[in-house]
């Protein structure tokens, strides 16, 4: 009988430092917050500001939102690790942001943006007036060159363009989409053509769009990858502006 029991207790002890030894020890990653607050001229909160990750970590949705009217954006229940922001408003100056968001933690990150401000609303007398259709047959004569040229602006949720071109847009009556041959643009307008620009609130992204025609002076740039996600082959960093004729 007692060898019996002696069986059953050795049985007992090899089963449990088998068990033991095939535990796995699991890594619990906590979600983590990251309140973004925005702020620009005289530091007053900047509503409507555009917040988009370029890079986040694996396994993480892309994220993009927009601030409120206390300049803040939230991303709740995200992946900690290091993100890549990109943050504008199409009156402000595009600024880049890297952090870190911590595993269990709310990550507070203040942004302040500069306000846009092309010198002038006036052409500089060195550039070239150039159009669509000659950028088109030509573009790389004009590379690296001081142009102005007249297009349609719009600005959007990601973008912002001077296009050949306005089409009608399917997404809601009235409403318009840029077309045919479209340069990215630097530096925004000057404030006074962009208080003019016509309003399109009702937009896919729920972001308010701009639009209107104007003449842009300014460094045109040809061949590389430019703008949102890399999508346009020209670039224009915007010296002066100005506002033209138009109804839509």
């Not at 002696?6 to 535990?23: D, H, R, V, W, Y």
Request: aromatic share 10%.
């Amino acid at each position: 009988m007692s060898k019996k029991i002696f069986m059953l207790f050795l049985i007992a002890i090899i089963s449990g430092t088998f068990l033991t030894g095939c535990a796995k020890t699991t890594t619990v990653t906590v979600n983590t917050n990251l309140r973004v607050t925005v702020s620009g001229v005289d530091h007053q909160p900047l509503q409507g500001t555009k917040v988009v990750s370029n890079s986040q970590p694996d396994g993480q949705i892309k994220l993009t939102g927009l601030t409120d009217a206390d300049g803040i954006v939230w991303f709740q229940n995200i992946k900690p690790g290091n993100y890549d922001f990109y943050v504008s408003r199409f009156d402000y100056n595009q600024t880049e942001i890297l952090l870190t968001a911590t595993s269990g933690q709310t990550t507070e990150i203040p942004v302040f943006l500069v306000l846009t401000n092309p010198t002038s609303t006036t052409p500089a007398t060195t550039s070239s007036q150039v159009t669509f259709a000659q950028l088109n047959a030509e573009p790389a004569k004009h590379n690296n060159q001081t142009i102005t040229i007249e297009g349609f602006w719009f600005d959007g949720f990601e973008i912002e363009v001077l296009a050949e071109q306005l089409i009608t847009s399917d997404f809601a009556p009235g409403n318009l989409q840029p077309d045919g041959l479209k340069i990215s643009v630097k530096n925004g307008l000057p404030e006074g053509v962009n208080q003019q620009l016509y309003l399109q609130a009702n937009n896919p992204t729920g972001y308010p769009t701009h639009y209107g025609k104007v003449e842009l002076t300014g460094t045109l740039e040809y061949g590389g990858q430019y703008g949102q996600m890399n999508s346009y082959q020209y670039q224009l960093t915007v010296q002066s502006a100005k506002l033209m004729p138009w109804n839509p």
